[in-house]
């Protein structure tokens, strides 16, 4: 039970285009207590996290992918992979590209068994891959992820205020054309 209330503070965001599917994965993951989100397809996921794409470019396109100033404190994506106008796997592969969400985890489910699909995601950067309907046996396997994240997360923000203290200013005095001396604080 332990591991309930720690799993509280998680917060998903669950992608699938399918109702159903959404719902059943929403309910089992908030039967363990994760904070959950839902939206209908890869491009709303994108939005919420606030990655948008320049200008009317498609996404399939080699186009810059600009971060909003948005605070987003998703732990985990889980997304279907097979939906229209953008897959799980694009989602996953976007996601990864970003410099602010890279070290979020993404799972992605699909109730189609392809080894090379699977596979594929998997190098990708997925952290699981799940075969649809996913059970609470799979979202029990998503705990250890978030558990690691978590704790590294934290470690990353305990040394971060102490690596800002321990910088010194250092002083550079040089001279211009004109024999003006000119401090500068580095």
Sequence with gaps: MGMSTAASQFHVLAVDDSLIDR????RLLKTSSFHVTTVDSAVKALQYLGLVEDKLRSYH???E???QDVEVNVNLIITDYCMPEMTGYDL???????NYLKDIPVVIMSSENVPS???RCLEDGAEEFFL????QSDVNKLKPHLLMKSRAKEEEEETQP?????????MVESQSPDKTRIKCII
Aim: aromatic share 0%; no cysteine; net charge positive.
């Design 23 to 26: 719902m059943l994965i929403e």
């Design 61 to 63: 396109t080699n186009s």
């Design 65 to 67: 992918i600009h971060h």
């Design 92 to 98: 996953l592969r976007k996601i990864k590209e970003s």
């Design 117 to 119: 699909r699977i596979n």
């Design 132 to 135: 649809k309907p996913v059970q």
């Design 162 to 170: 102490i690596n800002n203290n321990n910088k010194r200013k250092s």
